[in-house]
């Protein structure tokens, strides 16, 4: 059961916002450094074991840098996430290109850097070889398993997801990948999204070792590396448990001992369950109001983290200095978007909120400032990184005016 906690003692929290300005999201570097060493220490029977860290979830250089030093490596699902891991210095065999719909330009920067190409269609093989001019020699691909999943405790419906190769394109896919050239293989999948049931996990590593061991039995064509994919959830509730990287790499193990035949490397691309609880958004409350319901407007709004409007998503929240006291109070929290789903939170209870307290937002270290946006003209802010010597630095500076007309051609420029 996880208890939400502060990346540091209040005072320490209101001294850095009075400091630096609300709001900002802070992330603790000492945290999610000993996360990615717990994980790659859980797996390390397994020989070769990486998380590609999905660029995604935090797309900062200087934690894709702390990462980095933990020996993980990067997923990213776009030419500019590639270029962001390259400038971090993850080198090119531990980045993965995960990407869909993919652009011939996103192909070729790829094929160019030689990073992993994990490809979501059987048609993008003949993509890659006219953009390129040939396959590279280690090649990926997404399956998706529809409805021939196996293992009865796999949720979701992948027969609707727009990713991955079928169950019936995938033998032809490496067939076709073998023929024209490629010499290592390797077995992608994503299946899961923010799941917290280890059992979905370990499923999806059976699945994987079945589907190795039926491409060797047709095609004699041998799987030298299996990516689990993200999707490993976090405890965004108070009182939600953690899944547990030891229990989880154990019962993979035990499956590996039984299943696998060939040497096999182990991958995950998890990005959430890595950084998403070490990450806080600190905001100033503007107002609080009461109409036909009570407010508490802050100065954070849905650009600075959507999922709760996006999804519905729970963040906790803590009123910093108030952790003690009853929450006998119900708020909806609010964003100052011209859009009424600006919402972080609809009633919910918490201690008696006044107009200048500072309010910690639990969990955005993941998928949070990374979704931000600019409608409404509202400017992106700062990303905090507590050092592993507990010093502070800023790792985003906050976009001013001049970065948000930045683009904009206030003199035409005629293009036909
Ligand atoms: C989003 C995504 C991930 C990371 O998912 P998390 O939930 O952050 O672990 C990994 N791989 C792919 C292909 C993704 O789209």
């Known amino acids: ?10 005072q320490r929290i209101e001294e850095l916002a009075r400091r630096a300005g609300t709001p900002f999201h802070i992330y603790d570097g000492r945290a999610i450094r000993k996360n990615a060493e717990d994980m790659m ?3 390390s029977w397994s020989d070769g074991f990486i998380n590609y860290f ?11 840098r702390l990462l980095k ?11 500019p996430e590639l270029r962001l891991a390259y400038e971090a210095g993850i080198p090119p065999e531990k980045i993965m290109f995960s990407s869909n ?12 850097m030689g990073v992993i190409m994990n490809l979501d269609d059987i048609t993008y093989i003949d993509d890659v070889i006219r953009v390129c001019g040939r396959l590279p020699e280690t090649i990926s691909f997404r399956y998706n398993p529809g409805n021939e999943r196996t293992g009865n405790t796999i ?3 992948p027969v609707e997801a727009k990713y991955g190769v079928t169950h019936s394109q995938i033998l032809d896919c490496y067939r076709i990948a073998r023929d024209n050239g490629a010499k290592h293989f390797m077995l992608h999948t994503m299946v899961a999204s923010n799941t917290l049931n280890e059992d979905y996990i370990v499923e999806t590593a059976r699945m994987l070792f079945n589907l190795v061991n039926e491409i060797w039995d047709n095609t004699g064509i041998q799987i030298e590396q299996i990516d689990l994919g993200g999707g490993i959830g976090i405890p965004y509730r108070e009182g ?8 989880l790499s154990m019962r993979i193990k035990e499956l590996y001992g039984k299943m ?27 107002h609080v109001t009461h109409k036909y319901k009570d407010y508490v407007g802050l100065d954070a709004c849905m650009s600075d983290l959507m999922r709760p409007a996006l999804y519905g998503a729970y963040h906790h929240i803590t009123a910093i200095g108030k952790e003690d006291e009853e929450k006998d109070h119900v708020y909806d929290v609010t964003g100052s978007l011209c859009e009424n789903n600006d919402k972080f939170a609809i009633d919910r209870a918490l201690p008696e909120i006044c107009r200048g307290d500072l309010i910690a937002i639990h969990d955005t270290g993941a998928h949070g400032h990374a979704m931000g946006f600019n409608y409404n003209a509202k400017l992106r802010h700062a990303e905090f990184l507590i050092n592993q010597d507990d010093s502070i630095s800023c790792i985003r500076r906050a976009e001013t005016y001049e970065d948000y007309v930045r683009t904009q051609l206030g003199e035409p420029e005629r293009i036909m």
Do not use: H
């Not at 939600?240 to 229990?247: A, E, L, N």
């Open 101 to 112: 719909d993919t652009a011939d330009e996103e192909f070729l920067q790829a094929f160019n």
């Open 240 to 247: 939600d448990d953690r899944v547990s990287f030891t229990s």
């Open 69 to 79: 030093e933990c020996g993980f490596g990067a997923d990213c699902s776009s030419g």
């Open 260 to 286: 696998v035949r060939t040497p096999l490397k182990l991958s995950f691309e998890c990005g959430r369950c890595i950084t998403g609880p070490y990450g806080w958004l600190i905001s100033r409350v503007r």
């Open 41 to 43: 220490k859980a797996f």
């Open 1 to 10: 059961m996880t208890k939400k906690e502060l990346p540091a003692e209040s």
């Open 54 to 64: 999905a660029v995604k979830a935090l797309p900062n250089i200087n934690i894709l």
């Open 155 to 157: 949720i979701g419906n």
